[in-house]
């Protein structure tokens, strides 16, 4: 494996679930024009926060593919925050195992790569600034 591949794979992770909440703001658009929802307030709020979220991936997977490390960082945070989802959706009434372990997966995995990236990084500044 290359020092940049972790990068590389991880910013297409990221970017994979970037785009996977493009979808849901797509169906939740769908959802309000339809009129299929409990309240309007509540589901603009909530696409809008999807958009934010939606937005805030993307841009770090382009980050981490530049190898910028705010990119890197965010993108760690946001792993994070979806294995919490997962988490909750293993338990309460509308428990759904299944759906838990889709959504873990691939934050697992883009979480490791993103370590990995982070310390290909920090040993590539390492060693610059020793030949300097």
């Given at each position: 494996m290359g020092t940049n591949t972790p990068a590389r794979i991880a910013a297409i992770l990221v970017g994979l679930e970037g785009l996977a909440l493009?979808?849901?703001a797509v169906w939740q658009i769908v959802a309000i024009v339809q009129g299929d929802t409990g309240s309007i307030e509540s589901a603009l709020a909530l696409l809008v926060l999807t958009a934010v979220g939606a937005s805030a991936l993307l841009a770090f997977a382009v980050a981490v593919f530049r190898g910028r490390s705010w990119g890197r960082s965010g993108g760690i945070v946001f792993q994070v925050l979806i294995l919490a989802v997962a988490l909750g959706a293993?338990?309460?009434?509308?428990?759904?195992?299944?759906?838990?372990?889709?959504?873990?997966?691939?934050?697992?995995?883009?979480?490791?790569?993103?370590?990995?990236?982070?310390?290909?990084?920090?040993?590539?500044k390492g060693e610059a600034s020793e030949s300097s």
């Open positions: 493009v979808a849901l293993t338990t309460g009434a509308y428990a759904h195992p299944l759906m838990a372990l889709a959504i873990a997966v691939p934050a697992i995995a883009a979480l490791v790569l993103l370590i990995l990236a982070a310390r290909d990084a920090g040993r590539a």
